[in-house]
């Protein structure tokens, strides 16, 4: 006969082994989960770095370009000092180009060797003289830009024993080159042009600095306008405004814009700042308005939750000691939620960084050669400029496309480095 202990004995063993059993199997399911965890990290670094080389390896050939060495006659004829500037330069250019290689008659010869100098040289030659009119009726050895098709040859994406039919270099274009080449007349030098220059119709003489530049001002409109006003917006509705129906039709609002395609704030960018107010079209006071509009949603939504995160004891120890509800928001609790509005801040720079279809309604996508120095001069933008090169169907574009991506994540780079050292600063620990 089994006595009582043994029987509770036995049941406590049963209880041990089935708890046992079922740690075990928490165990396992949690090793489970952070091997989960794990591979979809590794995947995600894994299709960032593939990211990151495959733009770094199309791009980095943009950073030289080819450039041809020129014996060019400054001729007193032609350049006449009272009309330098129209001038017609490309003439000095084919002149040096045919003192190189005398036998070439023919016409079509002719335009097939013109072919393999880019059309900026004239401008390059153009602001030479106009910078040292003295040196006309001299001859100089000048460097001038190659055509791009010469710079895809030489810089290996255009392959050599392919037949003459499907190249864009004829198999004379080659000999003549071959010759350059020989008496050290063609060089890869660092492509300032692609750091300096706005956009154009000649890959060869296309910068980026344009749409650089109206980004930067496009963001310092979108800065300027989103963040107090998210900020107060945020201040109001989480710490004055009463708690209603009408707060709460807000409230819904601002969560539903927060969640409204971009091209929308382009229609109405165009509705609005372009048809009703006639602003200046693809200028960066318009598109940093519309990437207010489409920015100040997110910066709300992240400054109320950072107005939340302040214990509720702050403002009770601060109304204790007879602040005033004005002067407990300012001193006590926005410098403790300010390093997380400036964390909504960041994403939705970020965000309108990026983005390219409220910029393409209100004009942005124009092609803009000039650099622009205001907030209302015609520009463009880096999305915007990769959209337009990756659409083209040179060569030598491609290149510049996935330069122009290394570009934008630099900018976004130092743009987010810049806030979190601001967030840092203002950090403050409780």
């Not at 055509?147 to 039919?165: A, F, T």
């Not at 969560?255 to 200028?283: C, D, M, T």
């Not at 407990?328 to 983005?355: F, S």
């Amino acid at each position: 006969m089994n006595s009582p202990n043994f029987s509770t004995n036995g049941a406590s063993r049963r209880t041990i082994e089935v708890v046992r059993q079922s740690l075990k199997r928490r165990y396992r399911a949690e090793r489970r989960f952070r091997r989960y965890g794990i591979c979809a990290v590794t995947l995600s670094l894994i299709f960032l770095a593939l990211l990151f080389a495959n733009m770094i390896l199309n791009g980095y050939t943009a950073l030289s370009q080819t450039y041809i060495r020129l014996d060019v006659f400054y001729d007193a004829t032609v350049l006449h000092r009272d009309a330098l500037a129209s001038a017609d330069y490309g003439r000095l250019v084919k002149q040096a180009l045919s003192d190189l290689f005398p036998d070439v008659q023919g016409r079509r010869e002719k335009r097939d060797l013109f072919r393999l100098v880019s059309s900026g040289a004239s401008f390059e030659l153009r602001d030479r003289i106009l910078a040292h009119p003295e040196r006309i009726g001299e001859r100089e050895s000048v460097w001038v830009l190659a055509d791009d098709d010469v710079d895809m040859l030489v810089k290996g994406h255009i392959p050599r024993d392919l037949p003459e039919s499907d190249r864009r270099i004829s198999d004379r274009q080659l000999q003549w080159l071959d010759r350059l080449a020989a008496e050290g007349r063609i060089e890869k030098r660092f492509n300032r042009v692609f750091l300096t220059h706005g956009d154009s119709r000649e890959p060869e003489t296309a910068g980026v600095w344009g749409a650089v530049m109206g980004s930067f001002l496009t963001l310092v409109v979108t800065l300027v306008l989103s963040f107090p006003i998210g900020v107060a917006a945020a201040v109001y509705l989480e710490e004055f405004a009463p708690k209603n129906r009408w707060t709460d039709l807000i409230e819904i609002n601002i969560n539903n814009l927060a969640a409204v395609p971009s091209i929308v704030f382009g229609l109405l960018g165009l509705a609005v700042f372009l048809n009703f107010f006639g602003l200046p079209r693809s200028a960066p006071v318009v598109g940093g308005l519309v990437l207010a509009l489409m920015t100040l949603p997110v910066i709300i939504i992240a400054g109320r939750s950072a107005l939340k995160s302040v214990p509720s004891s702050i403002r009770e120890a601060a109304l204790g000691v007879g602040a005033s509800k004005m002067q407990v928001v300012i001193h006590h609790v926005l410098p403790l939620a300010l390093p997380g509005m400036l964390t909504g801040t960041i994403i939705g720079m970020a965000r309108a960084l990026g983005e390219t279809a409220p910029l393409l309604m209100i004009g942005m996508v124009a092609f803009i050669v000039e650099i622009p120095t205001g907030f209302t001069d015609p520009a463009t933008a880096l999305p915007v400029q990769i959209y337009l090169w990756a659409d083209s169907p040179e060569r030598a574009f491609v290149e510049r496309t996935s330069a122009a991506v290394i570009v934008l994540l630099a900018f976004l780079i130092v743009m987010n480095a810049a806030a979190v050292i601001l967030r840092r600063r203002f950090e403050r620990r409780w």
